[in-house]
């Protein structure tokens, strides 16, 4: 697939620095309650006469911060749907170059909507990995290997602690995925048949009707469309369950996380900024944990659609063993 994004290796390049811009003023962020809580509110406590200015340009940072998180995220999304159509466009007119190559023995043994379906919604998912899966997992991994480097300068019992728990999300994901990615290959090819079924009546509706196979036909199609429901429910059952595990698990995480920082607080190992910037660092390490693991069911899809796809690319042209030439004929009156 990347052997089709090579021609924009420079917008990829970009795309990645945004990435890291964005990554970089998320953990920021994070990293601003410490200093905000200690230094610029913490000190305000009791004044008479307190002077907001310094807590009002240390604000102002964390605004700019964020704005250049805002449009880095803006910025890399655009460009993304950009590669994304541009990598799709690629790909479906080099399979249909190809398709001219293709024996006729390929299409008379293959419905012409299970080809068609090829070309629409198995190319579509690619689309959706390159633009939406594809970035949001590089953002993840980029923000959590910046929390983790600041949650392991704050404290290193509590990073031990979030890690334990993204690792038991992490086990959940692949556990579920390994399950779910036969049942969205099975979806895929179910939906070629359907489809392949669909454009065949349609086509032959005529013929239909003439020899009365009506029910047959709604027969025929009720089990094929039984097959796509029973694929598809197995594969989304799995996929979504995923979410509200993760989050589930994530809130786990913050509430352990919040325990332990009150323990530290109590012992005197830690003060209150501290402890509110790490349950920030908490929070923002186990998201991308989480969007991750719902990344995968968009991957998973995408990678049975491009099974089916680069099937039709890897099938062995017909070779040209020389020409045919074609001749007049003048049919004489007696036939010959």
């Known amino acids: 697939l990347f052997h089709y994004m090579k021609p924009y290796r420079a917008t990829m390049a970009l795309v990645v620095v945004c990435i890291l811009l964005g990554s970089l003023a998320t953990a920021l962020s994070s990293y601003s309650l410490d200093p905000l809580i200690n230094n610029y509110i913490a000190p305000l406590k009791g004044q008479e006469n307190p002077d907001f200015a310094p807590l009002i340009r240390f604000l102002i940072g964390m605004g700019i911060v964020y704005l250049l998180g805002i449009v880095s995220s803006f910025l890399y999304t655009f460009l993304m749907a950009r590669v994304g159509q541009a990598t799709q466009k690629s790909i479906r007119d080099e399979m249909f170059r190809h398709m001219q190559r293709l024996p006729i023995r390929y299409f008379d043994s293959r419905t012409t909507g299970d080809v068609m379906s090829r070309y629409t919604s198995d190319i579509d998912t690619l689309r959706q990995m390159i633009t939406q899966a594809l970035p949001n997992c590089i953002s993840s991994l980029a923000t959590m290997i910046a929390v983790f480097a600041l949650m392991l300068k704050a404290s290193v019992i509590l990073t031990l602690a979030v890690v334990l728990t993204a690792f038991g999300i992490l086990f959940v994901t692949k556990t579920v995925a390994m399950h779910s990615a036969k049942f969205f290959i099975g979806q895929q090819k179910s939906l070629g ?144």
């Open 193 to 336: 048949a359907v489809n392949g079924y669909i454009e065949e009546m349609i086509e032959g509706q005529k013929v239909v009707k003439v020899f009365c196979r009506e029910e047959t036909s709604k027969k025929d199609f009720d089990a094929l469309n039984d097959e796509l429901c029973t694929a598809a429910t197995k594969a989304n059952t799995l996929a979504n369950i995923l979410g509200p595990i993760s989050n589930n698990m994530g809130h786990i995480n913050y509430a352990l996380t919040a325990i332990c920082g009150v323990l530290l607080i109590i012992a005197g190992k830690m003060d209150i900024g501290s402890i509110a910037s790490f349950l920030q660092y908490s929070k923002n390490f186990s998201q991308p944990v989480t969007q991750i693991a719902q990344l995968f069911n968009g991957i998973l899809n995408a990678l049975a659609g491009a099974e089916r796809i680069f099937a039709v690319i890897d099938q062995e042209p017909e070779e040209d063993n020389g020409y045919v030439t074609l001749m007049n004929a003048n049919i004489l009156p007696d036939g010959t």
